[in-house]
């Protein structure tokens, strides 16, 4: 991974924007996507600093696409590395802080997550960020948008699509997401047997 340091006293905080897209199966249409010109330019707006990229089986081909930094004006920090076993410090990369945990200070960022890693997801919505879901065209079935979709709709994550995806940061940025996990409401759709359930089913608390 090619590092970087958070950890400074620039009156700037970090803010991180991390990027995973699981790792086994490639998603390379949003690793186009999250260092095009326009998403940089959004993340650059947002007073982002440091956007991370978990590549899966596609690292050799993000590093052919990725900006050149010494001959750019961007200052958002580009990482990359292609799989890890742990991915909680990089959740926390993106989480706010006030230092204690040994990454610096840091604004509230965003984790931009492939909607079909179920468990990436239920994950990544236990970190002081924002999600964005992106489901994967080529992988996705009809569970996974579902489950997306219906979460947006309560307000846990952002569904984000490909195209789209700079729009649906600076959605999660002015939107207050609702903590994770909930519990069952009466009248809900998390009545047993309904949508609840089926969370619980296809994205399992990760051990």
């Known amino acids: 991974m090619t590092g970087f340091n958070t950890n400074n006293q620039h009156i700037k905080l970090s803010r991180t924007a991390f990027v995973t897209i699981g790792a086994t199966a490639g998603f390379r249409s949003l690793l186009r996507e999250v260092v095009s010109p326009k ?8 007073n982002f600093t440091h956007l991370v990229v978990q590549c899966g089986p596609d690292l050799d081909y993000f590093e052919t696409i990725r900006p050149d930094q010494t001959s750019t004006s961007s200052d958002v920090k580009i990482a990359a590395f292609p799989y890890a076993p742990d991915l909680k410090q990089y959740y926390l990369q993106a989480s706010q802080s006030d230092g204690d945990d040994g990454y610096g200070k840091r604004d509230r ?14 994950e990544a919505l236990e970190f002081d960020s924002k999600l964005v879901a992106v489901p994967n065209p080529e992988l996705m079935d009809n569970h996974q948008l579902e489950i997306a979709e ?25 939107t207050a997401l609702r903590k994770w996990p909930p519990g069952p409401s009466p009248g809900s759709a998390y009545q047993k047997g309904g949508l609840w359930e089926a969370i619980n089913e296809l994205m399992p608390q990760p051990t």
């Open 39 to 46: 998403f940089l330019s959004t993340l650059r707006s947002l």
């Open 109 to 122: 960022g965003v984790i931009i997550s492939h909607a079909a890693g179920s468990g990436s997801i239920i």
């Open 150 to 174: 219906e979460m947006e709709s309560q307000g846990f994550l952002i569904h984000g699509t490909l195209g789209s995806v700079a729009e649906a940061v600076e959605k999660a940025d002015t």
